[in-house]
């Protein structure tokens, strides 16, 4: 199985390249390029579907024959909802950076008779999850109920300083609906300061995969199966996007038991 905590090769450029072969899975993919103004990124998706997200800055973009002029607003993954773009299978995509920007291409097996479409912020209403310490913030860009993908569900949430995440525990490792689903996921992780750090650990019942990580700025995290809780530490927000794939395109988790009572305390 392949290390499931990786780490950015370096500040500028394509600082992150997770794929399926690299990861040891099937579905999911994710980059991340850092841009100067001026810079450009683009790639063909071939027979994947793609969703940019526009983590920090602003760029302009085209997808296909369509052009989408100047996308972004936030200069910062902390400073409200994002903007994103899907790319289906069969085409290509073009991001020229405007200024310092931070582009993730979540990417997962495409199909279908989809079309490149803007997401911009607003378009699905944020939600907020838990109570007490383990409030969080959600920003979904693609969610199952969308239509919109053959596969890709794709979701930011911030976690407030001192908070617990993707908990109680939860899993969905299987292709077992109406009670589970089998979905990839991947976590790419920032701190607000970035100096800060979180904790995440990928376990299953059995332990046969157990892992709990230091995570830093910029680290992305695998889940291939199992939980993965996270919490961040006083005085440091988390950020963090997730992207799922699987068979089918589908989020129904399983909560782990030992700690399912917390959702009725």
């Given at each position: 199985?392949a290390?499931?905590?990786v780490?950015?090769?370096?500040?500028?450029?394509?600082?992150?390249h997770?794929t399926?072969?690299?990861?040891g899975?099937?579905?999911?993919?994710?980059?991340?390029?850092?841009?100067?103004?001026?810079?450009?990124?683009?790639?063909q998706t071939?027979?994947?579907e793609?969703?940019?997200?526009?983590?920090?800055?602003?760029?302009?973009?085209?997808?296909?024959?369509?052009?989408?002029?100047?996308?972004?607003?936030?200069?910062?993954?902390?400073?409200?909802?994002?903007?994103?773009l899907?790319?289906?299978?069969?085409?290509n995509?073009s991001?020229?950076?405007?200024?310092?920007?931070?582009?993730?291409?979540?990417?997962?097996?495409?199909?279908?008779?989809?079309?490149?479409?803007l997401?911009?912020?607003?378009t699905?209403p944020p939600?907020?999850?838990?109570?007490?310490?383990?409030?969080?913030?959600?920003?979904?860009i693609?969610?199952?109920?969308?239509?919109s993908?053959?596969?890709l569900?794709?979701?930011?949430?911030?976690?407030?300083n001192?908070?617990?995440s993707?908990?109680?525990?939860?899993k969905?490792?299987?292709?077992?609906?109406?009670?589970?689903?089998?979905?990839e996921e991947?976590?790419?992780?920032?701190l607000?300061?970035?100096?800060g750090?979180?904790?995440?650990?990928?376990?299953?019942?059995?332990?046969?995969?157990?892992?709990?990580?230091?995570?830093?700025?910029?680290?992305?995290?695998?889940?291939?199966?199992?939980?993965?809780?996270?919490?961040?530490?006083?005085?440091?927000d988390?950020?963090?996007?997730?992207?799922?794939?699987g068979?089918?395109?589908i989020?129904?988790?399983?909560?782990?038991?030992?700690?399912?009572?917390?959702?009725?305390?």
């Open positions: 199985m290390n499931l905590l780490k950015p090769r370096g500040k500028h450029g394509h600082v992150t997770v399926p072969e690299s990861a899975w099937t579905y999911v993919g994710f980059d991340l390029h850092r841009l100067k103004p001026g810079e450009t990124v683009s790639e071939g027979d994947r793609v969703c940019l997200v526009w983590i920090a800055g602003k760029g302009r973009a085209t997808a296909g024959s369509d052009d989408f002029g100047s996308i972004g607003e936030r200069m910062s993954p902390f400073d409200g909802p994002p903007h994103a899907y790319v289906p299978a069969g085409s995509w991001v020229t950076a405007d200024t310092d920007l931070e582009l993730a291409v979540c990417s997962a097996p495409g199909g279908g008779n989809h079309h490149a479409k997401i911009p912020p607003g699905h939600e907020t999850r838990g109570k007490g310490s383990n409030v969080r913030h959600v920003n979904n693609m969610p199952e109920d969308d239509g993908a053959h596969s569900l794709v979701v930011e949430v911030i976690t407030p001192g908070n617990t993707s908990y109680p525990s939860h969905h490792d299987q292709d077992n609906l109406p009670h589970e689903s089998q979905l991947t976590y790419y992780h920032r607000n300061p970035p100096q750090f979180a904790f995440q650990r990928v376990y299953t019942d059995d332990r046969s995969l157990d892992e709990a990580m230091a995570v830093e700025d910029g680290d992305v995290v695998l889940v291939p199966k199992g939980y993965h809780p996270c919490a961040t530490i006083h005085g440091y988390l950020y963090y996007l997730n992207v799922m794939a068979p089918k395109r989020w129904q988790f399983h909560n782990q038991k030992e700690h399912e009572w917390l959702l009725n305390a």
